[in-house]
Each structure stands twice: as C-alpha cells, then as structure tokens.
C-alpha cells in the first residue's frame, strides 16, 4: 500500500474541497503528491480507480478516484480502466459507518467482468481509513485473475485523526 500522507490539515481540506466540492484543479495536485511516492520501477500494468454507485456519481458529477487516476496514468504510462469494474450495491458512505461495520458495508459491493490473468493492478482511492473498500475491491480483481494488486492512496486516515468518523 502506499500513501503519499497522513489524512490530516491541510491535506483533509483540500481532499474535502476535490470531493464535496468540485474543486476538480485540485486532482492532478494530489496525484502529484501520490506519484511523487510511488515506486517507478514496479509500475503496473492496469491502474483501477475505485467505482463510485451510478446514484452517488450522479450525485456528485464526478469520481475523485478516477481524476486522480487520469493524472497518474498521463504520467506513468500505466493503463487507466475506468469501467473495467462497477459498484453494484449503493453502499453508506464508510464515512457514517463504525470502523467495525465497514467491511461488512461493502461485502460483494464491486464486480469486475475483465480478465486480468498474470496481470499488476493498482486501486487508487483519495482516502484510505479501515481499508474495508479496497479490501473488497481487491478480492474481486483477484479473483478475475490479477498477478498482483497495489492500493495507491493520496491519504491514509487514521482513527486519532479522524475526528468526523463515528469512532466506537
């Protein structure tokens, strides 16, 4: 897994800002961040941004995961698949969810329909908390044959910095 940050201030704000925001010139400043840590000589074949439910994409006009995707791809030369894999369930937002509760809110929430046998995949997400979402992500890119998967985050949360997640 890498992370460029921890999810603190200013870092929270400006990721706040691209995602309930729409403050979309702020995607390639936090790819920048995230491709400034990524390992250059074990790129992957195919990077994944991690789906957003068609509701919540309508709702919010855009996946961050996926502008902060199409930047890192122009700069690495990785393959971007978009719509290689789908949210099928309209999840909560783990944001509302006890950490202890998030694995099971996501359980069987992602279908991939591509082969990627003897394929590297990378999952790129803005936000990393339990890591419930990328988990579940990844059992399923896994199962349609992925060599490997990384998970490429700008900000890993952790529970002491989080003060808006419902801690238990």
């Not at 999810?7 to 790819?31: E, F, G, H, M, R």
């Not at 502008?67 to 789908?86: Q, W």
């Not at 694995?103 to 803005?126: E, I, M, P, W």
Request: aromatic fraction near 8%.
């Amino acid at each position: 897994m890498t992370a460029a940050l921890r999810y603190t201030y200013p870092v929270d704000a400006l990721i706040q800002a691209l995602k309930y925001c729409s403050n979309l010139p702020l995607a390639p400043i936090l790819a920048k961040l995230l491709l400034a840590k990524l390992p250059q000589n074990n790129l992957p074949d195919y990077v994944i941004p991690v789906p957003l439910h068609p509701a919540r994409l309508r709702d919010r006009g855009f996946n961050q995961a996926l502008e902060i995707s199409r930047y890192l791809c122009k700069k690495t030369g990785c393959k971007l698949l978009s719509n290689a894999c789908s949210r099928t369930r309209h999840t909560s937002s783990q944001t509302e969810i006890p950490w202890k509760k998030r694995k099971q809110n996501v359980r069987r929430a992602f279908a991939c329909q591509q082969n990627f046998s003897g394929k590297r995949v990378a999952l790129v997400d803005d936000v990393m908390t339990s890591g419930a979402t990328l988990n579940e992500l990844a059992k399923v890119v896994l199962r349609q044959g992925a060599a490997s998967v990384q998970i490429w985050v700008v900000a890993r949360a952790f529970r002491e910095y989080s003060p808006k997640l419902h801690l238990q």
